[in-house]
């Protein structure tokens, strides 16, 4: 591992600043994923400017009825809040389906959002990889597929964003506040992140120094109903092959609104607007909810080694939504 | 490059000189000869280095000893109470919880940790799948329930079925 100093950050602006000054700096958060990455060798900075204990770590309600959630709260502390579990049952869910009890008490909010793919060739610095060593090819286009994307995807890179917790926040329409040194900005969640094209190494929109600050979560509608559903190859612990975040309101057997998010399928949470515009104003029935996961997937371009997830998503769509139009809401 | 911290082990103030690099297992086993801490697979995938660090239970694999200094830890040498073994231990031995042994410490601290998070009325995969409002009060840990919250601790031997009744008699 190469050598690396260490500074904590004692303010937001000090850290952002610490970064500005370095181009080889990194924010470090809970640590589950980058020190891993030092130790593999996947990224070298010279300096780790620690924010998990930037005074971030607060959920607080906010006047339109939403919830703020502080970067640095802690992926256990949020699951377990109350507030989250009674208005976002969706994002408790998502967490809860995410890494294990001991990876969940160190991670971070703002950490979770920036991880980065778990492509096994992303990971093994003896292999090539357009993501990790631009310009070096992509070993998955002829390797292990299990875990790549069906969607969203290019020749450059087909690596799946492995976040569960992303997934809710997208089809909660979770917007991310981040602070740079040019002042503080908003985005809606799912702009931070960003498809690959042929800059598969830039995962999100943020430039160096930008630093998440929050994530603002929007009051639902009223009546609405939500759930992760999460597909994977053991019970628990384990990557998504395939998951599913759905906010769902049916009103008189009709779709009133209706938000979803797909994980494990694509670089980023994958907002599923295809699906969600077909449904809008329809009867809330089975065969519309299979229509409109069919029309969602005939973008979708599997490699030979995951074609199963085009069916196991649209199954996995269905039987999500099935389940939100069948029950009493919560 | 170096610096200075201190951590409190097992009721102990230790202080010690560490490059940047050291993650707290390499700490406690290298530096401070707290062996009890295993690594196992050192990415954060097995739960063999699990100890509790201001009373949660973490991978100590995936932390930086500087990024925790001042830091109040437990391992598995610090559950037991002088002499008499924690409850957990004791279970573990009756119900013959292990076969090799090396997931063992990782194993309790993390039912620790776990045992602690039911009473505090954290909810887990299983609690939030149900219908309906559930908490705030200390969860009931059915079988499945153990399971799901103890996922980050494999055991290569297979002695789960053993493990699972260990912690569900001390749980009850």
């Known amino acids: 591992m190469k050598p690396f100093d260490y500074r904590r950050a004692q303010d937001v602006s000090g850290a952002v600043a610490l970064l500005s000054a370095d181009p080889q700096a990194a924010f470090l958060g809970g640590g589950t994923n980058l020190v891993d990455h030092l130790r593999l060798g ?6 780790l400017v620690d924010v998990s204990r930037l005074p971030l770590d607060r959920i607080e309600p906010l006047e339109d009825g939403g919830v703020r959630v502080g970067a640095t709260v802690r992926n256990s502390d949020l699951a377990a809040d109350p507030l989250i579990r009674e208005r976002y049952p969706v994002l408790s869910q998502a967490l809860l389906a ?11 909010t703002g950490g979770n959002l920036l991880q980065r793919t778990r492509c096994v060739y992303f990971q093994d610095v003896s292999t090539p990889c357009n993501k990790r060593a631009p310009g070096s090819g992509c070993a998955a286009l002829h390797g292990y597929q299990r875990y790549h994307a069906i969607l969203g995807g290019s020749p450059e890179c087909v690596a799946t964003h492995p976040s569960d917790m992303a997934v809710a926040m997208a089809a909660l329409d979770a917007r991310v506040l981040v602070r740079g040194p040019g002042g503080e900005r908003g985005l809606a969640l799912t702009d931070l992140h960003r498809l690959p094209g042929d800059e598969p190494w830039r995962d999100t929109v943020l430039a160096h120094a930008e630093l998440i600050t929050a994530v603002d ?12 559903r999460k597909v994977r190859d053991r019970a628990s612990y384990a990557f998504a092959l395939v998951s599913v975040a759905a906010v769902l309101v049916v009103r008189d057997g009709r779709v009133d609104d209706v938000r979803i998010a797909l994980g494990g399928v694509a670089p980023k949470p994958w907002r599923a607007v295809v699906a969600e515009r077909a449904l809008r104003g329809g009867p809330a029935t089975e065969a519309n909810f299979r229509r409109a996961a069919e029309a969602e997937l005939a973008a979708a371009r599997p490699l030979d080694g995951n074609a199963f997830k085009v069916p196991l998503a649209r199954n996995t769509l269905v039987a999500t939504l099935r389940e939100l139009a069948g029950g009493t809401p919560r | 490059m170096e610096a200075d911290i201190t951590l409190r082990v097992n009721r102990e103030t230790r202080w010690l000189t560490v490059d940047t690099r050291t993650t707290l297992l390499d700490a406690l086993r290298d530096r401070l000869g707290v062996t009890g801490p295993k690594k196992g697979c050192d990415h954060g995938q097995c739960g063999a280095c699990t100890i509790l660090l201001g009373g949660r239970r973490v991978n100590s694999c995936l932390a930086l000893a500087v990024q925790h200094d001042g830091g109040e830890i437990t391992t598995v040498e610090g ?23 090396y997931c063992t410490p990782g194993q309790l601290c993390s039912a620790v940790g776990m045992l602690a998070e039911a009473r505090a009325g954290w909810p887990s995969a299983v609690t939030a799948d149900q219908e309906g409002p559930v908490g705030p009060g200390p969860v009931a840990l059915s079988e499945a329930e153990i399971k799901e919250r103890m996922s980050g601790n494999l055991c290569r031997c297979g002695a789960y079925a053993a493990i699972v009744p260990a912690i569900a008699e001390v749980a009850r």
């Open chain 1, 217 to 228: 979560l929007p009051p639902l509608p009223a009546g609405a109903r939500t759930r992760y």
């Open chain 1, 42 to 47: 996947v990224v070298a900075p010279g300096l």
């Open chain 2, 79 to 101: 559950l037991a109470d002088g002499p008499d073994l924690h409850p957990l231990q004791r279970s573990f031995v009756r119900h013959d919880g292990f076969q090799c042994g």
């Open chain 1, 98 to 108: 995410g890494a294990s009890g001991q990876l969940r008490n160190l991670a971070t």
